[in-house]
């Protein structure tokens, strides 16, 4: 075999061992169109130390604790211009009751985070529309992406939750198709609360920005003439999905993690 063959074999290589590294990294994670096999949750969190990097780490133990209680996907969201992060979970459907007690075991499982994060809000949501711009039955992200999100919170006395859905519907579908940069997008509602969420994913953040500052906000006022809102709006950077790289961290108690903050820096 000459000195050429024994080049380009091991360039082929060095060509699938990076393949199945990147293979590896690349998790994908997604957004259901609808409610009937998943139900989703989100865990919104705002630091209270300076190393938000600290947080995150233990929210992605939080986050593969939760695989034993039945969520299939997860991913970890943090915002680029705030100190917000949001934990998104998607879990096998289970009754109202079963629900309940699934959030209670959630909060107490946070115990170890409270101590460098406030819990500002959390609860789950139903799913009730959701576009791709190519035409994936979900709505996929990966560590890395952008994605916005906007909630709009309303009185019930104001509207009925099926009438403001139906509005919020009615703009998603006016909109999206013309939302240049937009990959996917996906409409919740709350299960508790008055409340519903959009969310979208991005080919970039500038992709994003620009969409942000060419919209004409004032066209949606007319769906909601007369009604008090609380608006909600933040951009946010995919830092984790469930199975990343092996998890991306080393295997130890939270706990222990939050206790010697020095140790963690000495592990990594």
Known sequence: MNSSTICTNALNRRGKARNKVKSRKSMTCFFPYNSRNLDTSFFI????????????????????????????????????????????????????????????????????????????????FDAYAGESKDHSPAGKFYTGNIVSMNSASFSHHDMPIEDFTYACLAIFKDRFHNMNGAVSGVCFKSQQLSKVAAVFVWKSLQCCYNYILNQDSRSVLPYFDGFSLDLKYDVFKVVYVSGDSALNFHIFPPHKMLEDKQGLHKDY
Not at 67 to 95: D, E, P, T
Not at 96 to 118: C, H, R
């Open 45 to 124: 969190f705002r630091p209270t130390i300076v190393i938000v990097d600290d947080v995150v780490e233990a929210i992605k133990h939080f986050s593969f604790s939760t695989q034993n209680l039945g969520c299939v996907q997860s991913a970890i969201f943090r915002s680029i211009h705030g100190n917000m992060i949001v934990w998104y979970g998607a879990w096998i459907k289970r009754c109202i009751e079963n629900k309940d007690s699934l959030a209670t075991t959630l909060v107490s499982m946070l115990t170890s985070v409270s101590s460098i994060a406030i819990l500002l809000e959390y609860g789950f």
